[in-house]
């Protein structure tokens, strides 16, 4: 493992707006409190805490859909892509799987017909779907297909990073082995690097290489996979392994 | 009709063309029936109306002072004498082969008495249809996901749908025409001599109508769009790169709009018979004016043809509804699939 970057973050503070009165008023709600962190080329980071604590939110802060309030978010590869938790919601109902795998590439415009349509059957075939999905829509597919559709949608425009939040979590089990296989296989195939979202310590135990632990938006404590399971430093480390037993 | 089934494979995709085909037949088969039987429930029911409130087409053209029996001679010479289902019978088969009748008040067939306020009528619920959805679309998506001036803009909304569309109509007319002059109110210019004059009229009348529905309309897009904004499938479309307007025209707006589009046909509905009330008020010599003459006149051929036209016209409207839903929304294609 190199320890060249594709990520890093520094002191990060970040939030959202909520809650609006008659006439608008909002406020500012703090999720993460000086967070930093970096993600190293071809590793796959963990990131757990128990839901409420920022994971999410840090996810979109990386992605710049929610806008830091201090601190630096530094990305050394394009703009990385996200998978979602939940595969039966994730897609919009109204396109066909060919759609939902071109529209990345439609958004950025500069890919002709052809080339779309190119990308599209070559990444249906590294998520080992066949091309007679390329017309279904996503409600005729089940949890694994659709999440296999969520991971090529997410990998048309061959990001280098990608944030996963809980993209298992929501499959069953035999399901969820299957596409962690499939995203072991990616890495290795396409040279990716993954920020790993969950709250499940089993599945992060089998997949990640490093792990940060997060409590009430800080990072508490981070390492290697065999340093936060089999000698944790922090309480609340302790305390969400012996939760996972 | 026999349809073929298809056999599902490992998972379902859409139904092949030639069983579409099939469906679309049998479908417009079972909407025209409906529709049909539609407008044949509506026109007895207004036939056997008529028998039931007092007075009917002799009384009203002899006045109150007629002797009994020069009331019998006229109701015998009217065909009146004879028991409804004879009546309603011999109408129906004067509709199914195109004859309306003749009016008792007017002594004219119904159908050149009408087609000129038809047009006009159906020209007047055109533009604020137009106006209803090129406004209260726009509004609805704009404002959805917009929290700024909530409150005021409730208000706004509420005032909108609760001012009824004769008031609006006296309001118009009293600024833009007695004020601003941009019009005579009581005085529709004839289409053919005043074309602009008359455009400018109907636009008014169409306004005064329009407003109520537009504040439904784009409550109801809005409350729809911002239901489909809060979704997964947008925060993905977000994270794939793209904007606002694109979520909302790829993503969001196909899935908000065909509840919006059975109600704006709903609304078509409603306009038509707002229009009655419409052509009161700004004088337009339409169908609902001659409506409402010939009910006093208890001219009945004439109430009967405008009533099946507007029964027609909602049957119509429904049909279009159903239609272009399915154009935008696959999962409600025939059969329902899915």
């Not at chain 1, 707006?17 to 980071?45: M, N």
Request: glycine fraction near 8%; proline fraction near 4%.
């Amino acid at each position: 493992m190199s320890e060249e970057l594709v990520l890093s973050l520094r002191h990060v503070y970040s939030g959202y707006s909520d809650g609006a009165g008659l006439f608008g008023k909002r406020q500012r709600q703090e999720v993460l409190h000086d967070v930093s962190f970096d993600v190293r080329h071809g590793e796959i980071l963990g990131l757990v805490g128990e839901s409420g604590t920022g994971k999410s939110t840090l996810a979109r802060t990386i992605l710049g859909m929610v806008r830091p309030d201090r601190g630096e978010v530094v990305h050394y590869t394009k703009r990385p892509q996200m998978i979602f938790q939940d595969p039966y919601s994730s897609l919009n109902p109204f396109y066909s799987v060919e759609w939902t795998l071109e529209e990345p590439l439609r958004v950025y415009g500069k890919y002709g017909r052809a080339e779309r349509k190119r990308r599209v059957r070559e990444m249906l075939e590294r998520v080992e779907l066949t091309e007679d999905y390329l017309k279904a829509k996503p409600s005729e597919l089940s949890g694994g297909q659709r999440q296999r559709v969520s991971i090529a949608a997410a990998l048309i425009r061959r990001p280098k990073f990608l944030i996963a939040d809980e993209p298992v979590s929501a499959l069953d089990v035999t399901i969820q082995a299957q596409i962690l296989d499939l995203l072991r296989a990616l890495r290795r195939e396409l040279d990716l690097s993954y920020l790993f979202i969950s709250h499940d310590l089993n599945v992060v135990y089998q997949l990640c290489d490093r792990v940060l632990v997060m409590k009430r938006g800080r990072i508490v404590e981070q390492g290697t996979v065999d340093e936060i399971f089999d000698h944790p430093k922090e309480d609340y480390t302790k305390q969400l392994l012996l939760a996972a037993e | 009709m026999e349809c073929e089934e298809r056999t599902d494979k490992i998972f379902t995709l859409r139904s092949p063309r030639f069983s579409e085909g099939c469906l679309l037949m049998k479908y417009a088969l079972k909407r025209a029936a409906a529709g049909l039987a539609t407008m044949l429930i509506v026109s007895f029911l207004t036939f056997a109306a008529f028998d039931l409130i007092s007075g009917d087409a002799a009384t009203a053209m002899l006045g109150t002072s007629a002797t009994p029996e020069r009331l019998a001679a006229l109701r015998a010479e009217l065909g009146l004498d004879r028991p409804l289902p004879v009546r309603y019978g011999e109408w129906l088969l004067g509709f199914f082969t195109g004859d309306l009748g003749s009016s008792t008040s007017y002594k004219q067939p119904v159908w050149d008495l009408i087609a000129s306020k038809t047009g006009l009528t159906l020209c007047l619920s055109l533009v604020s249809f137009v106006l209803i959805a090129a406004v209260s679309i726009p509004l609805g998506v704009f404002t959805a996901g917009r929290r700024r001036f909530e409150g005021a803009r409730t208000a706004l909304n509420q005032l909108g749908m609760a001012v009824p569309p004769f008031f609006t109509g006296i309001l118009l007319s009293w600024v833009f025409g007695v004020g601003l002059k941009w019009f005579t109110p009581g005085q529709f210019p004839d289409a053919g001599r005043d074309f602009a004059g008359a455009a400018v009229y109907l636009l008014f009348a169409a306004a005064a109508l329009s407003i109520p529905r537009i504040a439904m309309t784009a409550r109801m897009l809005r409350s729809t769009v911002q239901e489909e904004l809060g979704k997964d499938y947008v925060r993905t479309a977000i994270s794939r790169g793209n904007d606002r307007g694109q979520v909302l025209r790829r993503h969001v707006l196909k899935n908000a709009l065909p509840p919006v589009v059975t109600f704006l046909a709903q609304t078509m509905a409603e306009i038509v018979a707002g229009s009655i009330v419409v052509e009161q008020v700004f004088v337009i010599p339409g169908l609902g004016q001659m409506l409402v003459t010939s009910i006093s006149n208890r001219d009945y051929p004439v109430v009967q043809a405008i009533v099946v036209i507007l029964a027609f016209w909602v049957v119509l409207a429904g049909t279009a509804a159903d239609l272009i839903n399915q154009r935008i929304d696959p999962r409600l294609r025939l059969g329902g699939a899915a």
